[in-house]
């Protein structure tokens, strides 16, 4: 990768997800696109149109990231080129998987994200949902500390945000102490 190349950690959400489905096998944008729509089974969390499921493709493949894994007859036309991660890919979505978002905002989309691709992996999620529980520990008692002495509107968005932190806390809490063991990686 040469330096004027955006690396990993400026991905898109859009092109980590991408990513985490050429990491479980190989794939054609077809078929990522399938399930990145609104009903399937990466786009109830994380939804991505079509046009921006083949932009990522272009752009994972431009920052080495994915490769071109052969080809499949289309159904209904042209052979589909397949994708898969590269042992790059590969590494750069475990670091990704493993660190916990950085604000409240993310816990609905980008940590479900990361909790969905990470249980169709077959994964254990115990370290991200840890991590992440440590992130937000500090979030809700600085909270705590603020909302008796704010006033107005202020106040009221300090409440949210306390409110919204404690159950992102409580839902984290649930999940660790439901957690079933990791199942098996899809395709072993």
Same mark, same amino acid.
Request: contains cysteine.
């Given at each position: 990768?040469?330096?004027?190349?955006?690396?990993?950690?400026?991905?898109?959400?859009?092109?980590?997800?991408?990513?985490?489905?050429?990491?479980?096998?190989?794939?054609?944008?077809?078929?990522?696109?399938?399930?990145?729509?609104?009903?399937?089974?990466?786009?109830?969390?994380?939804?991505?149109?079509?046009?921006?499921?083949?932009?990522?493709?272009?752009?994972?493949?431009?920052?080495?990231?994915?490769?071109?894994?052969?080809?499949?007859?289309?159904?209904?036309?042209?052979?589909? &080129?397949?994708?898969?991660?590269? %042992?790059?890919?590969?590494?750069?979505?475990?670091?990704?998987?493993?660190?916990?978002?950085?604000?409240?905002?993310?816990?609905?989309?980008?940590?479900?994200?990361?909790?969905?691709?990470?249980?169709?992996?077959? %994964?254990?999620?115990?370290?991200?949902?840890?991590?992440?529980?440590?992130?937000?520990?500090?979030?809700?008692?600085?909270?705590?500390?603020?909302?008796?002495?704010?006033?107005?509107?202020?106040? &009221?968005?300090?409440?949210?945000?306390?409110?919204?932190?404690?159950?992102?806390?409580?839902?984290?809490?649930?999940?660790?102490?439901?957690?079933?063991?990791?199942?098996?990686?899809?395709?072993?």
């Amino acid at each position: 990768m040469t330096s004027s190349t955006p690396g990993p950690s400026q991905l898109s959400c859009g092109e980590w997800a991408v990513l985490g489905l050429l990491a479980e096998q190989p794939r054609h944008g077809f078929a990522v696109a399938r399930l990145m729509a609104p009903d399937g089974e990466v786009g109830r969390v994380w939804a991505l149109p079509k046009p921006l499921v083949y932009r990522a493709l272009s752009t994972l493949q431009d920052r080495h990231l994915v490769t071109p894994a052969g080809e499949e007859p289309g159904e209904r036309g042209p052979h589909r &080129t397949l994708h898969v991660a590269t %042992a790059e890919g590969v590494e750069a979505l475990r670091a990704w998987l493993a660190s916990p978002v950085d604000h409240l905002r993310e816990v609905r989309s980008l940590f479900m994200l990361k909790l969905a691709l990470l249980a169709r992996g077959g %994964a254990d999620a115990a370290a991200l949902l840890a991590a992440q529980r440590e992130r937000l520990g500090p979030l809700v008692a600085a909270l705590e500390a603020r909302v008796d002495s704010a006033e107005a509107f202020d106040r &009221t968005l300090l409440l949210w945000r306390l409110e919204s932190a404690r159950a992102a806390l409580r839902f984290i809490d649930g999940l660790t102490a439901t957690a079933p063991v990791a199942a098996a990686p899809r395709g072993a």
